[in-house]
């Protein structure tokens, strides 16, 4: 068997997902996990392990740097990768959001603005129905431009919606469901088609869905 | 300010020393492979007719392409695609020749927009072939042969996967369902990606649960033989049946040409689904993160040009192709590195100089004229 690469995202995603690799059976050792390197092997040394910003999932499993990856599917929907998508997994469940302040109310051109980090998703969703939009992109505490006079609503990932109640927000729509997923790169499907196939039974097998599909 | 010379344009680049060279050498290789194979060589022009690509390899290449305007307003491109050229040339300047015509050709295609993330070139060297006027199993086997052959020469052979599939079988269950245009290309979309969980919500929307999800697993079926039996108590419709089983016809003339080693079925391949008509395969190679080539039946293009009949061909990506073989040092592009003798114009009679040059070039040694001192030439 070759040995794969795994990207996974760090952060939000990052204990699941090694929650779930450990379930499936590939487990990084206690020692490697407490350390601060970014990239470890499993103890079968099967596996490789690469711990990245989870926008940059996508890039490394594109460009083949790693076999496969584990990111959540917005980072997906936002940045459209030529990539496979052969597994949803139970991880990282969110939801993809449009927000605004609780005694907003419609204007009158019709124009919204939108402060998001996930521009992508949010000009494609509001242009397939013909809404205008100006989209502004910050790169976080995306929950205060609203109250500050920044944009009508945002669009934003929620998982509880407190920070949003705390920020007088409130979910006007929701665009979509978000779970982590399984990545893997076109070129090593087929020339790892064996040890991929592995890893895929392994975590479908590892994925509990607590009977709901 | 002004701008620095040294800038070049986003996806654009030079080659040159051992790069250069490696190019030529896959170029020179491919080139004779098709033309042991009797396909003749092509020229298309650099700048056609806007019109001609959208007809052609279709509008989601064409709307990519760098455009502009002709002195009486039609719009031009700068070629995005050569099959569209070829397919024209076919269907117009060739019509009265006997079938079927051969051609191969080594151009660069050029994208205004960039083609994934990983793609990063705007110019992209192609080198392919196309078999015009048969649809038969021995041209579908034919040009898959040569394509073997290149990778065979390039000593690329043991680390190559090429992946077979018909894209009947999904146009024959996406006709079942009755889908329109719009969410065919979403159903492609989702088998293109392999989510088997997408597949079968999609699917549930038009058609019992069961063969929803027997039909995401059908996609996600890839493998060698063994991969028919399931995919047959599946398929259920007669167009995806005849599909399937021409397709398995290729496999047994493939694995009883002992050649099963280097193919895979592959069901969910899907790419370019309204483009392609009946065999496409995808060419994939150990250290190449992408594909390093494609190809495929397009039996309804040359209708566009008024000449309805079938056609298959396939493309190489020259520049991933030398990248690969240039990072590994590859025997066969090594093997052409040269050496020169050089000749000295130090203190010497330019006459006498060019003369010994002459001599050895007549004889076929390469030389290289040291020009430091040209200065204190005699004359």
Redesign the interface.
Known sequence: MRELIIAIAKGRLQAEALELLSRAGICANGDSRESRRLAIRDESGQYKLLFVKPNDV??YV????ADCGIVGRDVLLE?E????????LNIGRCQIIVAAPEAATPSASGMLTIATKHSHIAAKHFRSRGQPVEIIELSGSVELAPGLGLSDCIVDLVQTGTTLRDNGLKIVEVITDSMG?LI????????K?TSIATLIAALRQATDWGGA? | MSESIARIPNGMRYYCNSEAKARREVETIAMSVFAGWSYEEITTPTIDYYSLFNKGIGNTLADKAFKFADADGRILTVRPDVTSGVARAAATLCANRARPLRFSYVASVFRQKQQSHAEWRREITQIGCELIGRNSRVADLEVLLIALEIFRQLELEHDLVITLNNVEILKGIADGLQLDPNSREELRRLVDSRNAQDITAFLQLYTPREDASAFARLVQLSGKEEVFGPAQRIITNPRSLAALDRLQVLWQTIQSLDLAERFEIDLGNVSQLDYYTGLTFTIYVRGAGAALGSGGRYDDLLANFGKSEPAIGFVLNLDALSDLLSARSNRVVEARRQTWETISSVDRDSLELFREALRKREIGKCIRIDMNEVGTCAN
């Not at chain 1, 594109?62 to 740097?65: A, T």
């Not at chain 1, 990768?81 to 949803?88: E, K």
């Open positions: 996508p890039v594109e460009h083949g740097i940045f990768p030529d990539v496979l998508q052969p597994l949803t997923r893997v790169n076109r070129a090593s499907y087929q020339l088609a599909t």
